[in-house]
């Protein structure tokens, strides 16, 4: 399966070469998510129906759920009346999260998708579909 890559702008930024954690998984409804919050973000672009969805699909995503995710030997350090959980039940750390998008929107955060056998220019993702990329 080709990797699918997103370009956008935030605060007028130029973002580009940003992976798309599950593209065309939710008909293009697209949110920038920031790991870190620094000078050294991480970005990713994940396709969910809500911010609260979003945190699910970084959560249960195997190569990238390891950001948010506590690793066992460190739950004493998250107090059980202050953490959040994932949809599998792990323990998050959202202290570093930021999810950039606006509710109710059709695109909440706007971006192109780029990839291997789409248009040079890129494809807006309510367009995207993995039967419609060229081999």
């Known amino acids: 399966?080709?990797?699918?890559?997103?370009?956008?702008?935030?605060n007028g930024h130029?973002?580009?070469?940003i992976e798309v954690i599950n593209p065309g998984d939710w008909f293009?409804?697209?949110w920038l998510i920031e790991i870190g919050g620094s000078y050294s973000s991480h970005y990713l672009?994940?396709?969910?129906?809500?911010?609260?969805?979003?945190?699910?699909?970084?959560a249960d995503s195997e190569k990238h759920?390891?950001?948010?995710i506590v690793e066992d030997e460190n739950l004493d350090d998250y107090p059980e009346d202050n953490r959040h959980y994932g949809?599998?039940?792990?323990?998050l750390d959202l202290d570093h999260l930021m999810i950039?998008?606006?509710?109710?929107?059709?695109?909440?955060?706007?971006?192109?998708y780029h990839g291997e056998g789409l248009p040079p220019d890129g494809v807006n993702p309510?367009?995207?579909?993995?039967d419609e990329i060229e081999s």
């Open 1 to 10: 399966m080709a990797t699918i890559t997103a370009s956008g702008n935030i």
């Open 14 to 17: 130029e973002l580009k070469n």
């Open 28 to 30: 293009g409804k697209t």
């Open 45 to 58: 672009i994940v396709e969910a129906d809500s911010m609260s969805d979003a945190i699910d699909e970084l």
């Open 65 to 68: 759920g390891h950001h948010i």
């Open 87 to 91: 949809p599998s039940g792990q323990v």
């Open 100 to 112: 950039h998008g606006q509710e109710g929107s059709k695109i909440p955060f706007t971006c192109t």
């Open 126 to 130: 309510t367009e995207f579909g993995w």
